[in-house]
C-alpha cells in the first residue's frame, strides 16, 4: 500500500461516487473496444481519468463479489461465498472504514448483501436499533436500498419504486414486475420479464420511470441535499441483469445481425470436467447456448447497457451543475460479467474471462492525477484494490487498517508513481448453491464444491476441488478454449502456479482483531518485563538490562 506521506502536497478529495453496474461484461462499452454499442458518457469518463484494462472480481456471483467490493477482503476472508450467505457481523466494511475518516457511505441501490441474524440474537441486538441497522445494511446509509430482485411470491409491501410506479398510474399488487419487468408480446398479451422470449419486446414502463431512471433520479436528488457535506455514495444500478426487458427504444437499438458470433467451438461440449459438463447441461446453460436466445436477449443486454449510459449523462451534467465533478473521485465498474452464451453457458457463476474481468475505470479530479487522464493501463487490479483506494483518497491512511485490508491503494498507478506489487489475481466461485450442483457426481460435502482461479499476465491456473485442475495460456489461448492441464509440456508452470496458490491461501488474514503494529510492540526488546512478566533472568541487574532492551 501506498505511503499517505509521499502524497502529503495532494489534498483529500471531498466525496466518491462509486457507480457499480450488475452483470456488465468488461467488453460491452466502446471504449473498450465493442464493435458498434456506443457509450460516450462512460467513454468522457475514461477520458478524464484511468481505464483499468486488467481489473479482476475476487468472487464469481453477485453476493461473493460485492462483500469483497465493500469489505476489501477476499471471499476466503470475509465467508459470503454466495448470494444468500450471510456477511459475518465481525467483518469490517467500507461504512466502517470511511466512518472511522468521517466520511459515511451511503447507498443507492443494490449490495445483495444479507446480514447475519443468526449473530443478531445471539449478541441480543435489537432488530430496530442503529447498530443493527449499520450491520444490516452492510455499513451503508441507505437513500434506498433495492436489490432489484421482487418475485410476486417475496415482494415487499413497502417496496418504494412500486410506489413510484403506482403514483405514475401502473396499479397492481407488484408493477415491478407486472409493468417494470414484463412486456406486451406480439399479439398484445402480457409476457412475463421472467421468460427469455419477451427480451425483444420493450418494458411496458417508459424509459423515465425504468428502474435505472428512478435509481439514477435517487442518486441526483442526494447530491443536491447533501450540501457540503462529505460522502462516498454507492449507486448500484440493477441492470444490465435479468430479467432482460428494457423500456423503447432501447429495445430495438441493435439487431441480431449487428451480433458477433460467441466464443465458443464444438470441441468444448466434449470436456470430461464434471462441473463444466454439469454447467453445460443446466436449465440457463442450455437456454443461452441456444441460438435463437442469443439473438434475442443480446440485443436487449446491450439496450439496457446503452439505458445505463444515457442515464449517466444525466447523472454528470447534474453534477457539473452543482459543482461536484471537481472536487469528487468517480469510480465505474461492474460486480462480474455475463456469458451469454460463450463457451456454452448462461448467467456467471464460473472462472473465465467473460464472468471475471470487469470494466473499471477511475477518475481523480486533483491536479496529481493529470498526468494520467485518458490513459489505459494493464496492471493487474482486483475489486478489493477500491476500498484502500477509497479510504487514501479521502484523507485516511491504511497501514492500521492492514490486518482487515487485502487489496492496495490504486493512487500510485492513477497519479503514475509506481506499478501495483501484484502479480497475479484471485478470483473463487462456489456452485454447490447451484441445482446442477446435484448432477455433479462424487461430491461429499457441498463445501468443497467450489474453484479457485489464479490468474496471472500470461496463464490462468483453476484449482477444482471437483474434478482436474485446469490451465489455459492466455498468450497462446486468449479464449480459453484450449485446457493445457494435462499436457507435460507444461508441467513446470503448473507446478509453479499450484506453489504460488498455496502460499497465498497461507498468507490470508483471518486474525483480524490485532495489527501488524500491535505486534511489533508486543515484540519489542524489554517489552515483557516491563510488564511485570519477568521470565528467564537471573537477578536484578540482568532484569534491569533487560528492561532497558538490551538483552534478548
Known sequence: MSNPEQDSDAAPVQNVLFIMCDQLRWDALSCAGHPFVETPNIDRLAGRGVRFNQAFVNGAVCGSSRMSYYTGRYVISHGARWNQVPLEVTQKTMGDHLREIGVPAVLVGKTHMRPDEQARERLAIPANSPEWLFLSECGFSPEEHDDGLHPDVRVRADLPYNEFLRSHGFSGANPWHSVANSVLDENGELCSGWLLRSAPFPAIVPDELSETAYMTDRAINFMRNAGNDRWCLHLSFIKPHWPYVVSDPYHAMYKDEELPPPNRTEAELATSHPVIQALHKSRIGRAMSRPETRRLVLPTYLGLVKQIDDHLGRLFAEMDRLGRTDDTMIVFTSDHGEYM?????????????????????????????????????????????????????????????????????LMPVIRGQESTRRDFVVCEADWGFLEMARHVPGVDTPRLQRATMLRNERYKYVLSEVGPNLLYDLEEDPDEQHERCSDQNFDRVVADLHEQLFSW??????????????????????????????????DEEELAAGMRGELY
Open 505 to 538: 491461501f497461507r498468507r490470508r488474514r483471518h486474525d483480524t482483531t490485532y495489527s501488524d503494529e500491535w505486534i511489533n510492540t508486543t515484540s519489542e526488546p524489554g517489552n515483557t518485563a516491563k510488564r511485570g512478566i519477568m521470565i528467564g533472568y537471573w
Open 341 to 409: 452464451g460463450d463457451h456454452w453457458m448462461g448467467e456467471k457463476d464460473w472462472i473465465n474471462e467473460e464472468v471475471v474481468r470487469v470494466p473499471m475505470i477511475i477518475v481523480d479530479p486533483r491536479p496529481q492525477a493529470d498526468c494520467t487522464r485518458g490513459t489505459v493501463t494493464n496492471e493487474l487490479v482486483e475489486a478489493i484494490d477500491l476500498l484502500p483506494t477509497f479510504v487514501e483518497a479521502l484523507g485516511g491512511e491504511n497501514e492500521s487498517r492492514s490486518q482487515w485490508l487485502e487489496g492496495e491503494s
